[in-house]
């Protein structure tokens, strides 16, 4: 069996203060692992952390404490960096050039075989059909960000690690990328995903991790992570109520719930379902990183 894509443990990054020689740390004891065939989700408030863990993921930042592990490799290897497709938060490619331009340049210094008709393929993939022999300086940020997108699929990697990867795509777009992301890991790929888009996550991350100010607040699946623990809400017909109409709903706490159910079976109640109640991302976010004491 193929071994853990992501392993990071105890991860420590500091940086020295902008004024002074005192450091802080940016990640502090981070620990996480991405198994095989998995998309996790990695979220965070601004400043809490997720740019720098993405950095020594893909070995462009040395931890100052702790490792990280890929496929039980060093980040950076030759080896480790072949099976890596990379999104970037801000796509930074010299504005002379093409998509295709920069997917041939690519492709020779990565030693792909793909050819023309293979980016053009890409590049039909990612919606830039028609854009392919464009020069990048008449991009738009979100088409930036396509052409990013093509070229971390270009060598068709074993993990793709996504930082903020929607940031500045409309709608449309959103929705194509997210498609993207599944259609990848349904051919097999593993996927790290940072983002602050709660609703893209929660559509397509089978777990993910809150970080605030460098620290893992909540981790879970996404079943784990939004259902509540000790809430559940039973649908019920009232006695003699018309078959057509909408169910009721009532939400109570565990504590109270089986003599809740019983109350209402003795009022002459059909009870329909019980069901644990469940919140949104957003609360989950919201109080993992309140209770942590917010952002930066
Ligand atoms: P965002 O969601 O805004 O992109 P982030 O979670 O990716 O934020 P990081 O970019 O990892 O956060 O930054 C974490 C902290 O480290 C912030 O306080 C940031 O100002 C600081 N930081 C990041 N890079 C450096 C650097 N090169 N030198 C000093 N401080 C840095």
């Given at each position: 069996?193929?071994?853990?894509?992501?392993?990071?443990?105890?991860?420590?990054?500091?940086?020295?203060r902008?004024?002074?020689?005192?450091?802080?740390k940016?990640v502090?004891?981070?620990?996480?692992?991405?198994?095989?065939?998995?998309?996790?989700?990695?979220?965070?408030?601004n400043?809490?952390?997720?740019?720098?863990t993405?950095?020594?993921?893909l070995?462009?930042?040395?931890?100052?404490?702790?490792?990280?592990?890929?496929?039980?490799?060093?980040?950076?290897?030759?080896?480790?960096?072949?099976?890596?497709?990379?999104?970037?938060?801000?796509?930074?490619?010299?504005?002379i050039?093409?998509?295709?331009?920069?997917?041939?340049?690519?492709?020779?210094?990565?030693?792909?075989?793909?050819?023309?008709?293979?980016?053009l393929?890409?590049?039909?993939?990612?919606?830039?059909?028609?854009?392919?022999?464009?020069?990048?300086?008449?991009?738009?940020?979100?088409?930036?960000?396509?052409?990013?997108?093509a070229?971390?699929?270009?060598?068709?990697?074993?993990?793709?690690?996504?930082?903020e990867?929607?940031?500045?795509?409309?709608?449309?777009?959103?929705?194509?990328?997210?498609?993207v992301?599944?259609?990848?890991?349904?051919?097999?790929?593993?996927?790290?995903?940072s983002?602050?888009?709660?609703?893209?996550?929660?559509?397509?991350?089978?777990?993910?991790?809150?970080?605030?100010?460098?620290?893992?607040?909540?981790?879970?699946?996404?079943?784990?992570?939004?259902?509540?623990?000790d809430?559940?809400?039973?649908?019920?017909?009232?006695?003699?109520?018309?078959?057509?109409?909408?169910?009721?709903?009532?939400?109570?706490?565990?504590?109270?719930?089986?003599?809740?159910?019983?109350?209402?079976?003795?009022?002459?109640?059909?009870?329909?379902?019980?069901?644990?109640?469940?919140?949104?991302?957003?609360?989950?976010?919201?109080?993992?990183?309140?209770?942590?004491?917010?952002?930066?």
């Amino acid at each position: 069996m193929d071994s853990l894509p992501i392993e990071v443990r105890n991860l420590e990054k500091s940086y020295r203060r902008k004024l002074g020689l005192s450091s802080f740390k940016a990640v502090d004891s981070l620990s996480f692992e991405l198994h095989t065939g998995e998309i996790l989700g990695f979220l965070g408030p601004n400043g809490a952390g997720k740019t720098t863990t993405i950095k020594c993921i893909l070995g462009l930042l040395r931890p100052s404490k702790g490792y990280v592990r890929l496929w039980g490799d060093v980040p950076g290897s030759g080896k480790v960096r072949r099976r890596i497709g990379y999104v970037p938060e801000n796509p930074d490619y010299e504005d002379i050039f093409t998509p295709l331009e920069l997917l041939d340049m690519f492709a020779s210094m990565r030693r792909l075989e793909t050819g023309r008709k293979e980016h053009l393929e890409l590049l039909e993939r990612v919606n830039l059909s028609g854009w392919e022999s464009v020069r990048l300086r008449n991009f738009s940020k979100g088409m930036r960000q396509r052409v990013s997108l093509a070229l971390a699929l270009q060598s068709r990697p074993d993990l793709l690690v996504m930082d903020e990867p929607t940031g500045g795509l409309d709608p449309v777009a959103m929705k194509e990328f997210r498609d993207v992301i599944l259609e990848e890991n349904r051919r097999g790929a593993s996927i790290f995903l940072s983002s602050h888009l709660l609703s893209e996550v929660e559509a397509v991350c089978h777990r993910a991790i809150i970080l605030s100010k460098g620290r893992k607040v909540a981790e879970g699946t996404m079943e784990d992570l939004l259902r509540t623990e000790d809430r559940f809400v039973i649908t019920y017909r009232p006695p003699g109520g018309d078959a057509s109409s909408e169910p009721l709903e009532k939400e109570v706490p565990e504590a109270v719930l089986q003599e809740t159910i019983d109350e209402l079976r003795r009022e002459g109640c059909f009870i329909e379902r019980v069901n644990p109640l469940y919140r949104s991302l957003e609360e989950v976010f919201l109080s993992a990183t309140e209770s942590a004491g917010g952002g930066k």
